[in-house]
Structures are given as C-alpha cells and as structure tokens.
C-alpha cells in the first residue's frame, strides 16, 4: 500500500515569491508521481506528473517538480508566484500496474497575498 | 466534449434518505473511480470500476454501492444517508492504456442533516 504527507497544510507567500510545497510518499513498489490543483469550487485539474526519466518534471502555469527516490519526496516548485495560484494542491501516488487507483495526500493550501 | 460530468451540483438530504450520484464520461475510458474529499483529509477512493460489469471497493465503501452498466456511466448510490455522508464526491475517469493521469468531473456538493 502507499501513503503520501504533504508537511504543510497551509503556505502564505507573496506575490512573485518563490514557493515550495512538500509530499513525501511511501510505498514496497514503484510509483507514479503526480500533483494536482483545485480551485476554489472547482474540480481537480492535473500539474504535472512523473513516470520515468529525467526526475525534474515540467507542468502548467511554471510549475515544477523534483523527484527524490531516495529520500521518497516528490516537493513542487514555483520561483515566483502570481495571486491566481491560490488554490489547494494535492500531491498522488499510484503503483505502476494499477494507476487507477491514486493515493492523495491531505493537501496544501497555497495562500498568496499582494 | 464534454470530459466527465456530475449532476446534481449541490445537494441536501435528510438521515435516512436515498439518492444516486450521477456521473458520465464521453472519452471512452475504461476507469471509472468515485472519491469524496473532507477537509484535511483529501480525497479518499470510495468505489472504482475498470470496466462495464466490473466494480471494486475502494478505501471507504461503506454505506455507498455501486454499478457500472455501460462504458460512460458509473453512479453512486448512498441507500440510507448519514451525517457522516457529508462531503464532496468527485467522479474521475481514465483510459486503461494511459499516461495514469485522471480526469475529474466538478464535485457535488453533499449535504446530509
């Protein structure tokens, strides 16, 4: 079975800000990687994910990933940010034969102020 | 296309009451899964299906049922509401030969007094 925490449950930063939110995950078999974000009333819209490769990861809106295999972390990155990034972010596991089955983790609210 | 699909939006029951969760995809995917997200606890997998005829419990199954009769429909059916329903169900689809991303519909809003 897996488990992801995500350490923050809230980030407040600034306007243009750099910003890390943190997921460690933990799991006996290879993973899949992914982040999520939810705007306020909305669903949920995928970031980026990691399968295999290169452990730095690309998504929308700048953001980025990490992937730590052996410190099992998988932190999303932004180097500035803008006041529409407010939302929740989910950090989701899932062991590679059965994607369908995700993992989340409790969520961080990302805060941004002027 | 419209992607994945909920209705209703919001919704209030009594103790004790029934209803069905709908929840369509046009995308032809094969993965069906129902979560509900409670604050603080993110979203958690009720039921899932990979297939029409073929459904599976998830971490929390208790108190809901499930069926998946066609490719695009998977509805959710709470049999007798409780408080502890109160949540927002999300329904999320997938292709079975994909990148393992899952595509969301917008929620519903569930309220159970």
């Known amino acids: 079975a897996q488990s992801v925490t995500q350490l923050d449950s809230q980030v407040p930063v600034f306007e243009e800000a750099p910003v890390e939110l943190r997921c460690n995950y933990s799991s006996s078999v290879s993973v899949y990687l992914f982040w999520y974000v939810q705007y306020p009333n909305q669903g949920l819209q995928l970031l980026l994910k990691y399968l295999s490769g290169s452990t730095l990861v690309k998504g929308i809106n700048g953001f980025e990933a990490e992937f730590n295999k052996s410190q099992t972390s998988f932190h999303l990155r932004k180097p500035s940010v803008h006041i529409s990034d407010t939302a929740e972010y989910f950090c989701a596991v899932s062991d590679v034969t059965g994607f369908q089955k995700l993992v989340f983790g409790t969520g961080t609210r990302l805060l941004v102020s002027p | ?113």
């Open chain 2, 1 to 113: 296309n419209a992607g994945v699909t909920q209705t209703p939006k919001f919704q209030v029951l009594k103790t004790g009451q029934s209803m069905t969760l709908q929840c369509a995809q046009d995308m032809n995917h094969e993965y069906m899964s129902w979560y509900r997200q409670d604050p603080g606890m993110g979203l958690r997998l009720i039921h899932y299906s990979v297939g029409a005829g073929i459904t599976d419990q998830g971490e929390v199954p208790n108190g809901y049922n499930v069926s998946r009769s066609t490719t695009e429909d998977f509805p959710l059916r709470l049999l007798s509401a409780a408080p502890s329903q109160t949540s927002v169900y999300f329904c999320a689809s997938s292709p079975r030969t994909g990148t393992g991303e899952q595509f969301f519909g917008p929620g519903t809003r569930l309220t159970v007094l």
